[in-house]
């Protein structure tokens, strides 16, 4: 049988926010082991939430990101269970009444084709701390540094319908949270770490069959293996005519396999209710619209106007928009140079190619967006080509100084001087007489063929300084 | 020297009469030899009493004294004192030493209070007679057969044995009133917000609340001076401005609209106890208030309600006690579940476990509409009963408790008739009002008091009601013989 895959995500995406949600404690990722945990992360008697208003406010503007309705009254609520990592025997989280309602956003398919993706709510709520299993001597550590550290929780609609889809829907989201700058997104170190909910059923069938939910799935790679082998479990189970047992599995990415988690981690009733030590979140409309208008152009709005404004494709428009930082460069490349094509196909090609060798970030890269649009510069005035320009590119990359003193150093301007690339072209007819003999016996083909020869031979002599075009232009005059 | 209000002791150290140290010390003999009987502080830390002391000696010679600086004060164990064993009454806690103050210790200390030592209290503040403290019963000083009532049994024992003289204590449904009314004091639970929650060991975060206890309602002014007020880091504490308490203790009473309520007086109230309470509410008329009857419907559903809302909060507010971080943890746990299972089992006495039980049953996915949330329905309608009355009177009276302090052991052995205790306390908390308690007789040698509940913020009209009847009255000025022992 066809199998349909229907697939929703849970994003827990921490945002980047100085201190904890509920304490002043910082969260800088890596600390010493509880030393980033104040009395209140560590649930002292008495000790009581404060709500970081920087939470409340990344919240916001990730909903209208997206588009979402925003909840001018949320309410935080207690949702219990016992586990050592969680110091309050409770997790204050958001059920009924969550901050961000429904919202959706598009995705972009590596064939240039596009979907919506529905988000059916994202809530505010504290992460817990880690439970460290090695290095104690058959007991368990227990690391509090990221118990509060605030988490928005994004859980989308069952619109995904393929690993692809999946993997293309984290990343736009990640391209998203970035331009808001409400999260590094940073997935090494766990700042967005998704629960993937997958069932199958026939293909053109419209009800929803039984799902697993599998557990932290933390990186786009594990998001894609852990849904190819999710698919093959179950449409195994179903093709011998078996059912899906609605559970939480956990993906063993060292296995490539998902496995149940043992039923007594997963069967909890959490006992949610309104936490008594919080009162109701109230926003006004001037609050969201004091952030509304602090929004950046978000990566969609940035792809058409790249389209709209550059003339360029789909597909540079949205590697391009990718990264804030990227689309910043290049739109500073751009406006150096003044032709975005070029300026689009330099940082594609040299800069991000240089930059994935270098395993370096557009944050970091050592030649400035001015430096690169002055290189282009150069192309474009015929001071050089664009070969030599490349060569130009690695000296800059190595810290060789900007574009002018490496050409200047390394006498690589462009001969665009007629007289001085007349008298090698006629250097080079005169010493290749049969070549040239041959050339006004040929046809079509073959003298376009003898041309590239020659244009060689002249390049050659001039050592690549020649401006091909005048020696194109010039060849074509005497070979008559 | 012990007999001397806080109002005296004020003026005294103020005049020079007496040294902080010297009122300390005297405090501290009188527990020394007089709280075998009462067994109403769980900590005394001698030495750092005699300290603050001198420290606030220190500052009353410098000039840069404030009202309490110098005025010793017990603390109900529910506090947490920095580098003083909190144990909120119970097994678990019996090992932790807070390395924080409470905002109203903290409150207390910078206003230059000395911290005379810890009071016991029914574990985790849950009970009506003190008894299920882990550390024994408080007694009551008119008798010591007698409960000192509770959870603040121990602050209220200590004030009327007078080893100290005015405590604090914390009210979730009747905690300080209750208290007060069976040992002859006046304590009084203000306005939910009023005084910060933080650092007190929770109970029912919706229903706790702070407040003061001591003989008259002047004493309990002079304390709410210090303890009430906004902290930025109770989010449920109000920023509504606070008064000079002291200011309107003397106002008339002319005028002063009185309302009680028929449930209040009806079935189940003690005649004695009823009479004592009507002969006060005849001064206060002498005095210039109106009587008004009229009726809180919902009264009946006061206790059903209070006992899931309470209970429910209770069961997750104590489930961080799990033996991970501190307090108490069972010997040689064999996995997490064992870890668990004992640390709770061995370190929480029988009615916490019963809270804790009632309050996760409460909550559960299936029951969660049927009692949680139809209780916070009626909390509601219980809250506008009282906002209705008050659109006709100023403050509403009748009695704290149904009858007068009885035996130990008389009802610890049946939840259902100690919970009846609160009949008439439960619904101020419920509905986040001030409410206070003051002697207002005696019923075979046992004190009684008289309740008076009022507005959302209305602390200074009802002391100002409490101070004039005060005035006119002396039952809060009556020592129990057990007291008069032990006199330097």
Same mark, same amino acid.
């Given at each position: 049988m066809q199998w349909e895959t229907v697939i929703g995500l849970e994003v827990h995406l921490q945002l980047a926010t100085e201190s904890k949600i509920f304490s002043g404690s910082p969260t800088t990722f890596g600390a010493e082991p509880n030393t980033q945990a104040s009395?209140?992360?560590?649930?002292?008697?008495?000790?009581?939430?404060?709500?970081?208003?920087?939470?409340?406010?990344?919240?916001?503007?990730?909903?209208?990101?997206?588009?979402?309705?925003?909840?001018?009254?949320?309410?935080?609520?207690?949702?219990?269970?016992?586990?050592? #990592?969680?110091?309050?025997?409770?997790?204050?989280?958001?059920?009924?009444?969550?901050?961000?309602?429904?919202?959706?956003?598009?995705?972009?398919?590596?064939?240039?084709?596009?979907r919506t993706i529905g988000i059916t709510r994202a809530h505010l709520e504290e992460d817990a701390g880690k439970s460290l299993h090695e290095?104690?001597?058959?007991?368990?550590?227990?690391?509090?540094?990221?118990?509060?550290t605030p988490l928005l929780e994004i859980v989308s609609e069952p619109d995904i319908r393929n690993a692809a889809e999946a993997v293309a829907y984290l990343k736009a989201l990640h391209s998203l949270v970035t331009y808001l700058g409400i999260s590094d997104g940073n997935m090494a170190e766990g700042s967005m770490r998704c629960d993937v909910n997958i069932s199958l059923r026939p293909m053109g069938s419209t009800t929803l069959g039984t799902r697993a939910e599998i557990k932290n799935v933390n990186s786009f790679r594990f998001v894609e293996k852990a849904i190819h082998h999710e698919f093959q479990r179950q449409a195994d189970i179903l093709e011998e005519g078996g059912k899906i047992t609605q559970e939480t599995r956990l993906y063993d990415a060292d296995r490539?396999?998902?496995?149940?988690?043992?039923?007594?981690?997963?069967?909890? #009733?959490?006992?949610?209710?309104?936490?008594?030590?919080?009162?109701?979140?109230?926003?006004? #409309?001037?609050?969201?619209?004091?952030?509304?208008?602090?929004? +950046?152009?978000? +990566?969609?709005?940035?792809?058409?106007?790249?389209?709209?404004?550059?003339?360029?494709? +789909?597909?540079?428009?949205?590697?391009?928009?990718?990264?804030?930082?990227?689309a910043d460069y290049f739109e500073a490349v751009a406006g150096e140079c003044g032709d975005a094509k070029i300026a689009a196909n330099w940082v594609q090609v040299e800069l991000l190619g240089q930059l994935n060798r270098a395993g370096g970030t557009i944050e970091k890269c050592p030649v400035s967006a001015t430096a690169l649009g002055q290189l282009i510069s150069r192309i474009l005035d015929n001071t050089i080509s664009g070969k030599m320009a490349k060569q130009v590119f690695e000296s800059m990359w190595k810290g060789e100084g900007d574009a002018d003193e490496i050409i200047e150093a390394r006498g690589l301007l462009q001969v665009s001087d007629t007289g001085a690339i007349d008298a090698i072209v006629n250097d080079v007819l005169s010493a290749n007489a049969a070549q040239v003999q041959q050339y006004l016996d040929a046809d079509e083909a073959k003298r376009k063929k003898l041309v590239g020869f020659f244009v060689g031979q002249v390049m050659k002599l001039s050592k690549g300084q020649a401006n091909p075009q005048m020696v194109n232009e010039l060849l074509a005059k005497k070979l008559i | 020297m012990h007999t001397k209000?806080?109002?005296?002791?004020?003026?005294?150290?103020?005049?020079?009469?007496?040294?902080?140290?010297?009122?300390?010390?005297?405090?501290?003999?009188?527990?020394?030899?007089?709280?075998?009987?009462?067994?109403?502080?769980?900590?005394?830390?001698?030495?750092?009493?005699?300290?603050?002391?001198?420290?606030?000696d220190e500052r009353l010679a410098s000039g840069t004294a404030n009202a309490l600086t110098g005025i010793p004060i017990a603390h109900k164990d529910i506090f947490c004192t920095d580098g003083v064993r909190t144990s909120c009454g119970s097994r678990m806690l019996d090992n932790f030493v807070p390395p924080y103050d409470a905002t109203v210790i903290q409150r207390f200390k910078s206003a230059g209070a000395v911290l005379l030592g810890k009071t016991n209290m029914d574990e985790f503040a849950m009970g009506s007679s003190n008894e299920s403290s882990f550390y024994g019963p408080a007694r009551n000083p008119w008798n010591t057969d007698l409960v000192p009532g509770g959870s603040s049994g121990g602050s209220a024992a200590a004030v009327a044995g007078l080893?100290?003289?005015?405590?604090?204590?914390?009210?979730?449904?009747?905690?300080?009133?209750?208290?007060?009314?069976?040992?002859?004091?006046?304590?009084?639970?203000?306005?939910?917000?009023?005084v910060s929650r933080l650092g007190i060991v929770a109970f029912a975060s919706s229903l706790d609340q702070a407040g003061p206890m001591a003989h008259s309602a002047e004493d309990c002014a002079f304390l709410l001076n210090t303890m009430a007020g906004h902290d930025p880091l109770d989010s449920?504490?109000?920023?509504?401005?606070?008064?000079?308490?002291c200011a309107t203790l003397g106002d008339s009473l002319e005028g002063l609209r009185i309302g009680?309520?028929?449930?209040?007086?009806?079935?189940?109230?003690?005649?004695?106890?009823?009479?004592?309470?009507?002969?006060?509410?005849?001064?206060?008329?002498?005095?210039?208030?109106?009587?008004?009857?009229?009726?809180?419907?919902?009264? !009946?559903?006061?206790?059903?309600?209070?006992?899931?809302?309470?209970? !429910?909060?209770?069961?997750?507010?104590?489930?961080?006690?799990?033996?991970?971080?501190?307090?108490?943890?069972?010997?040689?746990?064999?996995?997490?579940?064992?870890?668990?299972?004992?640390?709770?089992?061995?370190?929480?006495?029988?009615?916490?476990?019963?809270?804790?039980?009632?309050?996760?049953?409460?909550?559960?996915?299936?029951?969660?509409?049927?009692?949680?949330?139809?209780?916070?329905?009626?909390?509601?309608?219980?809250?506008?009963?009282?906002?209705?009355?008050?659109?006709?009177?100023?403050?509403?009276?009748?009695?704290?408790?149904?009858?007068?302090?009885?035996?130990?052991?008389?009802?610890?052995?049946?939840?259902?008739?100690?919970?009846?205790?609160?009949?008439?306390?439960?619904?101020?908390?419920?509905?986040?009002?001030?409410?206070?308690?003051?002697?207002?007789?005696?019923?075979?040698?046992?004190?009684?008091?008289?309740?008076?509940?009022?507005?959302?913020?209305?602390? !200074?009209?009802?002391?100002?009601?409490?101070?004039?009847?005060?005035?006119?009255?002396?039952?809060?000025?009556?020592?129990?013989?057990? !007291?008069?022992?032990?006199?330097?």
């Open positions: 009395a209140v992360d560590l649930a002292m008697p008495g000790m009581l939430p404060v709500l970081n208003e920087q939470a409340v406010h990344y919240a916001v503007k990730f909903g209208l990101g997206i588009g979402a309705q925003i909840s001018k009254r949320s309410v935080f609520d207690r949702k219990n269970y016992f586990y050592p #990592d969680l110091p309050k025997g409770y997790q204050i989280s958001q059920f009924e009444a969550p901050i961000v309602g429904k919202g959706s956003f598009e995705i972009l398919m590596e064939d240039g084709s596009s290095d104690f001597n058959n007991h368990t550590g227990i690391d509090l540094n990221r118990a509060g490539d396999e998902t496995r149940s988690m043992r039923s007594k981690e997963v069967a909890n #009733d959490y006992r949610y209710f309104p936490e008594p030590d919080l009162l109701p979140v109230v926003i006004d #409309d001037i609050y969201i619209e004091s952030i509304r208008e602090s929004l +950046p152009e978000l +990566p969609a709005d940035k792809r058409s106007r790249f389209t709209a404004q550059y003339g360029l494709g +789909p597909y540079d428009a949205n590697v391009l928009s990718d990264s804030r930082p990227l | 209000s806080v109002a005296q002791l004020v003026k005294g150290l103020r005049e020079r009469q007496f040294s902080s140290v010297e009122v300390t010390r005297a405090y501290l003999d009188r527990i020394d030899a007089l709280d075998s009987q009462y067994n109403s502080f769980i900590t005394v830390d001698e030495a750092a009493a005699l300290a603050a002391a001198g420290g606030a080893l100290a003289p005015a405590a604090t204590g914390t009210d979730t449904g009747g905690s300080i009133r209750q208290p007060a009314a069976f040992c002859g004091i006046t304590g009084l639970k203000p306005t939910y917000g009023r449920t504490s109000s920023t509504a401005a606070t008064e000079d308490y009680l309520p028929t449930e209040y007086f009806g079935e189940g109230l003690d005649v004695a106890t009823g009479e004592c309470i009507n002969n006060a509410l005849k001064e206060l008329e002498a005095q210039g208030a109106t009587l008004v009857e009229m009726s809180l419907p919902h009264s !009946a559903l006061t206790i059903p309600t209070y006992y899931i809302i309470a209970p !429910a909060e209770a069961s997750t507010n104590l489930a961080r006690f799990d033996g991970v971080r501190y307090g108490y943890r069972c010997e040689n746990p064999v996995d997490l579940h064992d870890l668990y299972s004992r640390t709770r089992q061995e370190g929480f006495g029988e009615e916490v476990k019963r809270r804790i039980l009632v309050g996760t049953y409460a909550l559960s996915a299936g029951y969660y509409d049927a009692y949680y949330k139809k209780a916070q329905q009626i909390r509601r309608l219980i809250t506008q009963d009282f906002m209705h009355c008050f659109e006709q009177v100023d403050v509403i009276a009748g009695p704290t408790t149904p009858g007068p302090a009885f035996a130990l052991g008389a009802k610890s052995n049946d939840p259902t008739s100690m919970y009846l205790e609160d009949v008439y306390t439960l619904a101020v908390n419920l509905a986040g009002l001030p409410g206070m308690s003051l002697p207002a007789g005696f019923v075979e040698g046992k004190p009684v008091g008289l309740q008076l509940i009022g507005r959302h913020f209305s602390e !200074a009209r009802l002391l100002n009601v409490a101070h004039r009847f005060q005035q006119a009255t002396d039952w809060h000025l009556r020592t129990p013989d057990s !007291a008069k022992g032990g006199t330097l």
